[in-house]
């Protein structure tokens, strides 16, 4: 004990000393440096804190402003004035993949990220960071905060201090990760007080705002939704060729236009894939630390598939900081399948029902009004360990499920009807912000800053 206690504190001794340099010295001496060119007018840089590529929080955001710039040119050239925001742009994307690769790989990508940093108008991030909380923002940049979850769930940031799985107060204090925040951008005004909880903005709840989730605008397209679920189904029978046999519902092979055009209600029996077998989403959260994220293994697929029977797909999906396949045990493999390497965009349109826990996944799935149900088999440990901002059993929209026998005896009784109006009235709460139009809306927040930034 002796001996692994003095590992453990060389450890933590490495780590700080790693921290202090980093943080406190050399990423901010190197912005400064580096923020005595001036800032570049439309210059927009994308931080993906723990990806590595642009995600889709950002992929909206970006082609909208490409549209502006075209259409900018285009005017230009023909002579056309171009009012406010209507200009050039310019973008960088970096992924700094800090807290999931060795720390030295870190700092250089750090580094390099700070000259764009340091000349952008305006850095988009969805991500806390430590790397981006140590620079001293110059005024002339504003950081918009996407966070890349919906609503407002498990504990995190300022909220989770004292958790188990949060970091310490003193930490925060010394290392303010949530710091730096120009505008934070959240799913509904219900979840405002979260997060000025978890980002310590108390101060600051004007500068958060409930204009959507840029993402979400897709599901308000019905051609992106009837894409999905072709592509879902596509995948399903490159896997499984017995599925090319079961019948395609008459939405997905486009003789139904009922689902409207952008920005129109959100139907609950959005595009099926298949006319007799239903698609499962079991998409939990992970357990453990960020690198060594685990998923939980308490559901029993084979005695689901006994008790479900054949009417039934479980579809997979672990969570992105799970790098194991899920463990399909034999005998299941024609009812269960891993499917973590599809978007989760299109699982969430073509399955029929979801199982989850405690995953943000709820707030995105409620916008199609379909039915949930909640394996929340260690409900009470969870909660000690990390916490919640609602009492679950009274905010989930659905069953909770401690067995997975009692997950197979909810979906069965869900296949009946199942309480949708509860689904309606979580779906308001959380997502009044989620209505197709939430990228306009940050585009009109950055036409915003700019004009008031001119008027200063």
């Known amino acids: 004990m002796g001996t692994k206690n003095t590992i453990q504190s060389a450890y933590n001794a490495v780590r700080s000393a790693y921290k202090d340099t980093s943080l406190k010295k050399l990423y901010p001496s190197r912005y400064l440096a580096a923020a005595k060119r001036p800032v570049k007018a439309g210059y927009v840089v994308f931080l993906e ?17 490409e549209r502006r710039s075209r259409e900018s040119g285009e005017n230009r050239e023909n002579g056309e004035k171009t009012e406010g925001m209507q200009g050039l742009y310019s973008f960088d994307t970096v992924c700094i993949r800090e807290g999931m690769e060795n720390p030295a790989s870190v700092t250089l990508r750090c580094l390099a990220a700070i000259p764009k940093i340091a000349r952008a108008e305006y850095v988009f991030v969805n991500e806390s960071s430590y790397f981006l909380s140590s620079l001293p923002i110059r005024p002339e940049t504003t950081v918009i905060q996407t966070w890349h979850a919906c609503g407002a769930f498990k504990k995190f940031g300022y909220s989770a201090v004292g958790k188990g799985f949060g970091t310490t107060e003193s930490d925060l204090e010394k290392y303010p990760v949530h710091k730096n925040f120009s505008y934070v951008t959240v799913s509904s005004e219900e979840v405002v007080w979260a997060y000025a909880e978890a980002f310590h903005m108390e101060d600051r709840v004007q500068d958060i705002l409930p204009i959507g989730v840029s ?3 897709l599901y308000f397209h019905s051609k992106v939704r009837r894409n999905a679920a072709l592509r879902v189904r596509h995948v399903l029978e490159d896997r499984n060729p017995s599925l090319r046999d ?5 939405c997905l092979i486009g003789a139904n236009g009922s689902f409207g055009k952008k920005g129109g209600a959100m139907p609950r029996d959005c595009e099926r894939v298949f006319e007799k077998k239903k698609l499962l989403l079991y998409a939990p959260t992970y357990r453990g630390s960020v690198r060594e994220a685990a998923s939980p293994d308490q559901l029993d697929i084979l005695r689901l598939k006994e008790e479900l029977g054949d009417g039934y797909l479980l579809l997979i999906r672990q969570h992105p900081f799970v790098r194991k396949k899920a463990v399909i045990p034999k005998g299941a493999e024609g009812f269960a399948m891993d499917v973590s390497d599809l978007r989760i965009e299109d699982l969430i349109i073509a399955s029929d029902m979801l199982v989850t826990d405690y995953s943000s996944i709820v707030f995105e799935y409620s916008l199609f009004e379909k039915p949930m149900v909640f394996f929340a088999f260690d409900l009470e440990d969870y909660e000690k360990q990390r916490g919640f901002y609602y009492p679950v059993r009274e905010m989930m929209p659905g069953p909770i499920c401690h067995s997975t026998h009692d997950v197979a005896r909810e979906i069965r009784r869900m296949e009946t009807g199942f309480d949708w109006l509860r689904v309606r009235e979580f779906k308001y709460r959380f997502m009044g912000g989620c209505d197709g139009h939430a990228t306009e809306r940050i585009l009109r927040l950055m036409d915003a800053v700019r004009e008031k930034k001119k008027r200063a």
Do not use: C, Q, W, Y
């Open 49 to 65: 804190v723990r990806e590595k590529e642009l995600t889709d929080n950002f992929r909206l955001i970006r082609a909208a402003l």
């Open 215 to 217: 993402r979400t605008d």
């Open 246 to 250: 079961e019948p395609a519902p008459a």
